[in-house]
């Protein structure tokens, strides 16, 4: 749903809008997962929470409008990564990939936010996996494109199987390994490790 109906179509409503969305954002990364309440992101918002209220009705409006926010965010931070590394070949453009969603997986406040986010998806699915899936549509896409510009004849399931695989050891690695900055020197190897494992599973030749 995300927002209601004819709302924050103003600047300032859209300026609240997205206040609201970054409050909540930094809640999740930063606080335990029970404070996320419509209340406490107000107050992190510093708006009302009628005000909060009006633009997300509901706690699974507000944690939809984050999906759609939080595509838009990986879009924009996966584009950079290309841009900065001029990256035009697609081999070069899934390393360039590779290199930020890894580098952000290890990143303390990521891995908190990923891993609190997904408990409340599956609060609002039953563990059903639907909204995780709707959350890695894009993260799937952006790994796929330049798997598929790499080889001519791979069969679209094949290119969707590999895409999903790389993102499983992202993931994995946001979840056993944590922040590599407070054991860089114990877990340099394994991420150097995951790199080249990704990027075998994109170059390989199509089976």
Not at 126 to 132: A, E, T, V
Not at 157 to 176: H, N, P, Y
Request: glycine share 4%; hydrophobic share 45%; with cysteine.
């Amino acid at each position: 749903m995300g927002l209601k109906q004819g709302t924050a179509t103003r600047k300032a409503g859209k300026a609240t809008a997205a206040k609201i969305l970054q409050a909540a954002h930094d809640m999740l990364a930063s606080e335990p997962l029970i404070r996320f309440t419509l209340r406490n992101i107000a107050g992190k918002a510093e708006v009302s929470l009628a005000n909060l209220q009006y633009y997300y009705p509901r706690r699974e409006a507000l944690i939809e409008a984050m999906m759609k926010d939080i595509d838009c965010r990986y879009r924009d931070a996966c584009q950079s990564a290309i841009s900065a590394q001029s990256a035009s070949a697609p081999s070069e453009q899934i390393k360039a990939v590779l290199r930020f969603q890894l580098e952000d997986a290890t990143q303390t406040k990521t891995r908190q936010f990923f891993i609190q986010l997904w408990a409340l998806l599956g609060s609002m699915d039953n563990f059903s996996g639907r909204y995780l899936e709707t959350l890695y549509a894009y993260d799937l896409e952006i790994l796929s494109k330049p798997i598929a510009a790499l080889h001519s004849n791979i069969a679209k399931a094949e290119v969707r199987d590999r895409a999903l695989l790389i993102a499983s050891l992202v993931e994995g690695l946001m979840v056993l390994v944590g922040d590599t900055s407070k054991k860089r020197a114990s877990t340099k190897r394994t991420v150097d490790l995951l790199f080249q494992t990704a990027l075998n599973i994109a170059l390989e030749p199509p089976r």
